[in-house]
């Protein structure tokens, strides 16, 4: 992905000229062609399992040597025939035949590759013995899946008991488990294929990656923006067990009493309370940081900014935005949860990010 400075922002937004390609790769995400598309849409759901989608029309014609069970396609954005932003790189699923002008079309969808993990289903008991390190047992069922391109930071941290996983559990949920217990984000494939993860910052935390203002400079579509706020069921107190028939439970509990926090015990002057188990973790200090995860998580939800742009090529997954839109009087940090673009000059990018709040 390139790197975003101050000459290609300001191309963004400004008069642009933009194209796309679509590269073929084969099953080791080489490239091997090339085809012509008439059109399609690409997003990412951050909360999804399989987050990367996408919806693509090609010429038949074009069609006839790819191998539809491992070829896989890159669709790229080229912004003035010379930058590249690579959009994801996605398996092909069910390819449906319609008639176009003159020639006949695939409609194709696509799906990230974390799809093999979730298709890939343990067939005996998967046993993972004390003392593993949490992110070499991650890597090795990732690896046993076949997939080698994998961007997850080495923590030294270990599983305290013997784990297992029963038959036909799916090897993305495995994953995902085991990443919970050490706080960090579910794994996702980014835009050039990597099986990515990430300890998990509060959004407070985060620095801001992207600025939208409706300004004179703006990219945002007029009338397009919206702003649900839905108080009701909030919660404003946490309490998280971590259970594990071997050792002592874990508590961990989490109170909001910020009193600029609309959902917070002060302002609501009653207590909604959030309790949940989770299998097992770390330690004690990666589960208060998950009890605070998931405080902030659901704190944000009541707070909702879904506005349209031009394309922007360079978004990714959870994406922190700070957003300000004078009409409604938004002006606020967000954390972006999805994203959709059409794959054509002229065409609209949606986003739904989540207002960041202090509790």
């Not at 589960?287 to 902030?296: G, N, P, Q, V």
Request: charged share 25%.
């Amino acid at each position: 992905m390139i790197k975003l400075d101050k000459n290609i922002i300001n191309m963004l937004h400004s008069a642009r000229e933009i194209s796309f390609r679509y590269d073929l790769l084969n099953y080791e995400e080489l490239k091997i062609g090339e085809l012509t598309s008439s059109g399609g849409n690409i997003g990412l759901n951050s909360l999804a399992q399989i987050k990367r989608k996408g919806n693509f029309k090609f010429k038949e014609n074009e069609l006839h040597d790819i191998d539809w069970l491992n070829d896989k396609i890159q669709p790229v954005f080229i912004l003035n025939k010379r930058y590249e932003f690579p959009l994801g790189v996605l398996m092909i699923s069910s390819p449906t035949r319609t008639v176009g002008k003159k020639s006949i079309y695939r409609d194709v969808e696509c799906f990230d590759t974390s799809m093999v993990l979730l298709e890939d289903k343990f067939d005996t008991r998967y046993r993972i013995l004390k003392d593993t390190n949490y992110t070499t047992a991650i890597t090795q069922i990732i690896n046993s899946a076949g997939i080698l391109k994998i961007n997850i930071p080495y923590l030294d941290a270990k599983i305290k008991t013997d784990k297992e996983f029963e038959i036909g559990t799916s090897k993305l949920d495995a994953v995902n488990d085991l990443l919970q217990e050490i706080n960090y984000t579910s794994v996702w494939v980014d835009e050039m294929g990597n099986f990515t993860s990430n300890p998990y910052v509060l959004p407070n935390d985060r620095e801001i990656e992207y600025v939208y203002k409706n300004d004179e400079m703006s990219v945002i579509i007029p009338g397009s923006s919206t702003e649900e706020i839905d108080l009701f069921n909030v919660p404003n107190k946490w309490v998280v067990v971590a259970t594990n028939p071997e050792t002592d439970p874990l508590v961990s509990r989490y109170v909001n009493q910020n009193g600029t926090s609309p959902t917070s015990i002060t302002n609501r002057k009653r207590t909604i309370v959030d309790y949940r188990e989770v299998d097992d973790i770390a330690n004690q200090s990666i589960l208060d940081e998950y009890t605070r995860r998931i405080a902030y998580e659901a704190s944000n939800v009541y707070g909702k900014f879904i506005f349209s742009t031009a394309l922007m090529p360079h978004h990714t997954y959870m994406d922190c935005l700070y957003c300000e839109h004078t009409d409604l009087d938004i002006k606020n940090k967000h954390i972006e949860t999805s994203w959709e673009m059409d794959l054509k000059a002229g065409g609209r990018m949606s986003h739904s990010a989540r207002r960041v709040i202090q509790i």
